[in-house]
T-cell receptor, first 113, second 112 residues
Framework: EAGVVQSPRYKIIEKKQPVAFWCNPI?????LYWYLQNLGQGPELLIR????????DSQLPKDRFSAERLKGVDSTLKIQPAELGDSAVYLC???????????FGPGTRLTVL | QKEVEQNSGPLSVPEGAIASLNCTYS??????FFWYRQYSGKSPELIMS????GDKEDGRFTAQLNKASQYVSLLIRDSQPSDSATYLC????????????FGKGTKLTVNP
């Protein structure tokens, strides 16, 4: 069974530029999560989808961050414009049902210069 | 603010010893508890889940849960150098959002 797929694995951009991350969850997993992980910290939830519905986006900075999961499968997280403080690892995870065992993708390491 | 607390370490044990990792949480309504292993530069990998008070064993790993004390631990028996990693405790947070709250992790080093 294929795991959670994310791309790109690394991204370096200038501040104020836009950036997008893509995630394809484990087949059959209805719940998809986007997390942010800073160095030395645990992952922090940005948004949780159940199928195509965003059911928890309370921690998503909506002035610059947006996300979508149009067909209830893969998802895109966007930042526009990026700031220096956005440098972190962005992790996607999926689970068969909420809030059970979550499986993480490899993550995207973002560096904002 | 729901919190999950872990000793950041580093915790250093000799090869073959038992490594004991501890976690406390603040949300008394939590029902689901997880341990993730994260190697440097990699993403978290689920290694144990526990939902009921008591012990749960899986190979060299044992998770222990005490809801009354709001305490969950992970024991690693016969520690190997390949167990060297950061171990993240994650707790299901109630209150409507039902999200996982992660601790900062404990860095474990197993010395050959």
């Amino acid at each position: 069974e294929a795991g959670v797929v994310q791309s790109p694995r690394y991204k370096i951009i200038e501040k104020k530029q836009p950036v997008a991350f893509w995630c394809n969850p484990i087949s059959g997993h209805n719940t998809l999560y986007w997390y942010l992980q800073n160095l030395g910290q645990g992952p922090e939830l940005l948004i949780r989808y159940e199928n195509e519905e965003a059911v928890d986006d309370s921690q998503l900075p909506k002035d610059r961050f947006s996300a979508e999961r149009l067909k209830g499968v893969d998802s895109t997280l966007k930042i526009q414009p990026a700031e220096l403080g956005d440098s972190a690892v962005y992790l996607c995870a999926s689970s068969l049902d909420r809030p059970t065992e979550q499986f993480f993708g490899p993550g995207t390491r973002l560096t904002v210069l | 603010q729901k919190e999950v607390e872990q000793n950041s370490g580093p915790l250093s044990v000799p090869e073959g010893a038992i490594a004991s990792l501890n976690c406390t949480y603040s949300d008394r309504g939590s029902q689901s508890f997880f341990w993730y292993r994260q190697y440097s530069g990699k993403s978290p990998e689920l290694i144990m889940s526990i939902y009921s008070n008591g012990d749960k064993e899986d190979g060299r790993f044992t998770a222990q849960l005490n809801k009354a004390s709001q305490y969950v631990s992970l024991l690693i028996r016969d520690s190997q150098p390949s167990d060297s990693a950061t171990y993240l405790c994650a707790v299901n947070s109630q209150g409507g959002s039902e999200k996982l709250v992660f601790g900062k992790g404990t860095k474990l080093t197993v010395n050959p």
